[in-house]
């Protein structure tokens, strides 16, 4: 196969997905997955083949109803290429935590339902496993045009064991295997992994793809200057993401909880703040590597904090160090200053041609403290560079300020993202190759 060809017909197929998703495709994918090592749904002639997709439907479901659609959307593109092209979809993911045995309140049926209405001509078979001889038997009387979608992987234990009986039983299905489900690809589990050495024809979806594609162009030569905007709860979730990004990184501008770590490892007080003591020495250890690789590291110069008998007050602090009885809830005005100008400013001085955003700012879900949120997000989606944000509470926060299709790439994966912008290699990505 010719790498060339490959490559073109990635690069249209994900701009009809980003399209598809209502996101903006700006600027060209720079990378394919065959120069990643592993090959995608479009590599393979998928006529009449029963194909096993393997896509990330966690939704959140109340009384029998998807309340939350997002992730089916997205699972969309892979599913109708693969009709499209004359494949059967056998189609699985994992719901919630069952924690390995069959609870109705987690069952797949309700998507299936709502992925039925999207497809409308294409019948959705519901089975009522996703492994045996009863399920074997009716996925091989399955034609094309016809799709079957699986009961939940983990009403089984072997799904998060990675048992290999289990994981066999998924690969009799199909005799294709396509990957779609970035969000837990960071996992070693049977559907993700176990399975997949079962097949020769096997791959990443468009979705998969287009995720790895758009962080492997955030992690190599990104466009210069490069802003990381690091926030959030803990620490101890952004280590390996900012020691990463550090090396790329010509600025990282740290707000958050986590940014109180870093204040006290500076000796500055920070009051009653979330800190997390045991990392102040993670905290030296980051501030010491942006010396030595002339990263330029940003931290709050004032705040917005409360007290714990006005929690929706919210009280203003002119200075770094927070008085005793307050916490820090949000970075102040000041902050938000420099942290935009560092954004959005003419790339000649120092602002982004590419930024990395994960972790809010503050306290967001609390309308008092999602100012300097809200700021952040609308400098990001102001700023001309390719910008990407990832993070479960990230994502939201975007959303909540109505500012997604301003910004280049928003992730699907929270920690399956976390893991591979710190450098990780994803066993679901590395089992393909
Ligand atoms: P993401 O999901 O985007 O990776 P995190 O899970 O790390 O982000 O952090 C998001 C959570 O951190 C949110 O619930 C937010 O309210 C909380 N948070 C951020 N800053 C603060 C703060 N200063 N005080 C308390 N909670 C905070
Ligand atoms: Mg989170």
Redesign the pocket.
């Known amino acids: 196969m010719n790498g060339a060809t490959l490559g073109l017909g990635t690069t249209s197929a994900m701009a009809a997905l980003a399209s598809a998703q209502g996101m903006s495709s700006s600027g060209a994918i720079s990378s394919d997955g065959m120069s990643q090592g592993f090959r995608t749904v479009e590599d393979f002639d998928l006529d009449g083949k029963r194909v096993f997709i393997r896509a990330d439907l966690n939704v959140p479901i109340e009384n029998g109803e998807v309340t939350d659609d997002t992730r089916i959307r997205a699972a969309l593109p892979t599913l109708k290429y693969v009709l499209e092209k004359g494949g059967i979809p056998i189609m699985g993911s994992h719901l919630g935590r069952p924690g390995g045995k069959v609870d109705p309140k987690f069952s797949m049926e309700p998507v299936w339902r709502l992925i039925g209405q999207h497809l409308g001509n294409t019948p959705v078979i519901i089975a009522n496993d996703c492994v045996g001889d009863e399920v074997e038997a009716r996925a091989e009387m399955l034609s094309p045009g016809q799709m079957m979608g699986l009961e939940n992987f983990r009403f089984h234990k072997g799904e998060t064991e990675n048992d290999p009986e289990f994981a066999r039983g998924l690969a009799e299905l199909a005799s294709v295997y396509i990957n779609d489900a970035f969000g837990t690809a960071h996992r070693s589990h049977a559907s993700t992994v176990g399975m997949v050495e079962h097949f020769t024809e096997r791959g990443a979806g468009l979705l998969m793809a287009r995720e790895l594609n758009e962080l492997t162009r955030l992690l190599v030569r990104p466009a210069r200057p490069f802003v990381s905007v690091i926030?959030?709860?803990?620490v101890s979730?952004?280590i390996g993401v900012i020691k990463n990004l550090m090396e790329t990184s010509d600025a990282i501008l740290i707000?958050?909880?986590?940014?109180?770590t870093f204040l006290l490892a500076r000796g500055i007080k920070v009051g009653k703040?979330?800190v997390e003591e045991f990392r102040v020495h993670d905290a030296v250890q980051i501030m010491k590597m942006a010396e030595e690789t002339g990263t330029r590291l940003y931290l709050p110069k004032d705040h917005r904090a409360g007290s714990e008998e006005t929690l929706s007050l919210a009280i203003e602090i002119d200075s770094a160090e927070i008085p005793s009885k307050l916490?820090?809830?949000?970075i102040g005005p000041k902050t938000v200053a420099e942290f935009s100008q560092v954004i959005k400013g003419s790339p000649a001085l120092g602002g982004a041609r590419t930024i990395f955003w994960?972790?809010?700012?503050?306290?967001?879900?609390?309308a008092q403290?999602s100012t300097g949120?809200n700021e952040i997000a609308a400098a990001v989606a102001e700023s001309s560079a390719y910008s990407v944000i990832?993070?479960?509470?990230?994502?939201?926060?975007v959303n909540q300020a109505g500012l997604a299709d301003r910004i280049g790439h928003i992730s699907t994966g929270?920690g399956a993202m976390?893991a591979f912008v710190g450098g990780k290699e994803l066993p679901g990505v590395q089992a393909l190759k």
């Open positions: 926030g959030g709860l803990k979730d952004k707000g958050g909880a986590m940014a109180y703040s979330k916490i820090g809830y949000d994960n972790g809010p700012m503050g306290w967001f879900e609390n403290f949120t990832g993070g479960g509470d990230s994502v939201a926060a929270g976390l």
